[in-house]
């Protein structure tokens, strides 16, 4: 184990769960899971003020997770959640985290879906519950003992929950579990109405809150992009192109995405290497040597490599991955701007991390202001001065120096010194799109993001008559003769689409005109098969792995 991985050690999680949290990379417990984890271990109910980003989940599930009894084939932890989009990702966190651990099942809860299957799960002896409260509540009419064996309840987003309209819901939920359950509450705000449901609630619950100090950033200039998660990379590339750098740092969360992202830039030509706590000191040392002395350009690290690096020539700090709080950011965008000089910090927003970013600017008490991606014309510009600047010092030397050289090579060659000097830039370009049709046909779509959250969620339709909201992003729709499968394997796992469509052609030996789109999310992908012989499809594909882990595809059932 890493001495990294020894944060998680010392709290006392399972030593499976630790497993699993090397294998997906994390190096280190954020704040609110070192806070939180000891208090749920030991059994206290808690509220915790944390918003999206802070990685509240794993600050509930891993310490749940623990003590969970993969024995007992019963329900026994219970989260509600304010939308069928959270219990999924909630649900698939779960997934992950308890890949160690044999005999645990989870069970996702929301409406929209045939009841039958959910029930089943149930009743099959799924220890976690993922539900949103009112297709739970839906099963406890037709079963009130659903929730008879629950030990420990989490409500997460409880503001949330209780915008939706769930209050009523919530409380048949309470009545139909054992009172000596612990219940922990998660928040980002804490209005009456939630405290008073604390109140009624839980026993003597203990609080955790990150403290959030304000914080002065001045020197920095500051600007956030909103992008969905898998477009991060495609997203970085392109923000390079424009900005004007001498070294950068990018922040990612998982020692994979150090990899992943390095190697990316590395591909695309950038002197660029990743940082993280898997690299053995000596070697992180050469790492920020090589990038104090521009042997290096871009260094790829987690909060954990990164610290203390201080090299004055670093003066854009990307945060393609949210810190988990204001503190982390501040601590991190202080990475540039060193030495008096200016610095430039870029923040990377995916739709559910906005309220993070409203914390963040209320922190450091300043507007990061939003910029959009580039387009192919901007992207153009910026390769075009580039070009221009490389080139400008040398006119006035080279006339003297190569000026003979060119009389004698348009003579041989018997062509304008136009079209030698065209012919010579082709080479010293090495090939790369300098007109705006090829750098319009190079740039891949990047979807933009669309309206807020809470506004989705709001003009969402209503699925059952409880008041579930779904998301409003219909899934789109299927070719004839197709269906969806889903993996729980997404780019946090460090797959792409390619990865996902070799293994798929290697080991399903199906052509590649039998699958459709492939689409990969953070915490999962979907990828359309042929519905004829999917079964013995899906078979074949029983064991196979995709960057070492478990494929595991399941057919995904549309509502
Ligand atoms: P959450 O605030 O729970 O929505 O988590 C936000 C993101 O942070 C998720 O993508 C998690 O996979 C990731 N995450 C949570 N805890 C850690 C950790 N200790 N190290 C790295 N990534 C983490």
Redesign the pocket.
């Given at each position: 184990m890493t001495q990294e991985t020894g944060g998680f050690a010392a709290l006392g999680l399972h030593p499976n769960i630790l497993a699993a949290l090397t294998a997906?990379g994390?190096?280190?417990?954020?704040p609110i899971?070192s806070q939180a984890i000891p208090v749920i271990l030991a059994g206290h109910d808690m509220i915790g003020q944390a918003q999206?980003?802070?990685?509240?989940?794993?600050a509930f599930a891993l310490p749940l997770l623990s003590k969970i009894d993969p024995a007992k084939r019963e329900p026994q932890v219970l989260i509600l959640a304010p939308t069928r989009e959270l219990a999924l990702q909630v649900a698939t966190?779960f997934e992950t985290y308890s890949k160690q651990m044999p005999g645990v099942n989870v069970v996702a809860v929301y409406g929209g879906a045939p009841m039958g299957p959910q029930l089943k799960a149930i009743r099959q002896g799924a220890q976690v519950i993922v539900a949103t409260p009112g297709r739970l509540v839906d099963h406890l009419r037709r079963d009130e003992k659903v929730l008879s064996t629950i030990q420990h309840l989490v409500l997460d987003e409880a503001d949330e929950m209780l915008k939706l309209g769930f209050m009523d819901d919530l409380e048949i939920i309470f009545e139909a579990m054992p009172e000596s359950r612990q219940s922990v509450l998660f928040s980002a705000t804490l209005p009456h109405s939630i405290r008073a449901i604390a109140e009624k609630h839980l026993r003597e619950p203990q609080h955790v809150k990150i403290a959030a100090k304000t914080q002065t950033v001045s020197r920095i200039e500051q600007a956030h992009l909103m992008i969905h998660a898998d477009q991060k990379i495609n997203a970085v590339t392109r923000l390079l192109e424009v900005e004007d750098f001498d070294a950068l740092i990018a922040f990612v969360?998982?020692k994979q995405a150090t990899l992943d992202l390095a190697a990316a830039l590395e591909a695309k030509g950038y002197k660029a290497a990743a940082l993280n706590g898997d690299i053995a000191q000596n070697q992180r040392e050469r790492v920020i040597d090589s990038l104090k002395d521009g042997r290096l350009d871009i260094v790829v690290a987690t909060d954990v490599a990164a610290r203390g690096i201080d090299v004055p020539r670093i003066t854009h700090v990307f945060n393609v991955d949210m810190p988990y709080d204001p503190e982390s950011y501040v601590h991190r965008i202080g990475r540039t701007g060193r030495a008096g000089r200016e610095g430039r910090a870029l923040l990377l927003v995916t739709p559910?991390e906005r309220r993070m970013l409203q914390v963040i600017e209320r922190v450091t008490g300043q507007k990061v202001g939003e910029v959009k991606l580039p387009n192919a014309q901007q992207v153009l510009d910026a390769r075009i001065k580039k070009l221009t600047s490389s080139l400008a010092p040398l006119v006035a030397d080279a006339e003297a120096s190569h000026g003979d050289l060119l009389d004698r090579l348009t003579a041989d060659i018997g062509c304008s010194p136009r079209a030698l000097a065209a012919a010579l830039l082709k080479k010293a370009t090495n090939g790369q799109a300098l007109d705006l049709a090829s750098v319009e046909r190079e740039q891949p779509l990047v979807p933009s993001v669309g309206a807020p959250r809470e506004r989705r969620e709001r003009d969402g339709e209503r699925s059952g008559e409880r008041g579930e909201y779904r998301e409003r992003r219909a899934p789109l729709p299927l070719t004839e003769g197709r269906v969806r499968c889903r993996t729980a394997l997404g780019t946090?796992d460090g797959i792409a689409a390619k990865n996902l469509l070799g293994a798929i052609l290697n080991e399903g030996g199906l052509a590649r005109e039998a699958i459709g789109r492939i689409q990969i999310r953070?915490?999962f992908s979907l990828v359309e098969l042929p519905e004829d012989g999917l079964d013995r499809l899906l078979g074949k594909l029983k064991d196979t792995r995709v960057a070492g882990k478990a494929l595991k595809l399941r057919r995904y059932r549309e509502d």
């Open positions: 997906v994390y190096e280190e417990p954020s899971q999206t980003g802070t990685g509240k989940t794993a966190a969360r998982t559910r946090r953070e915490t």
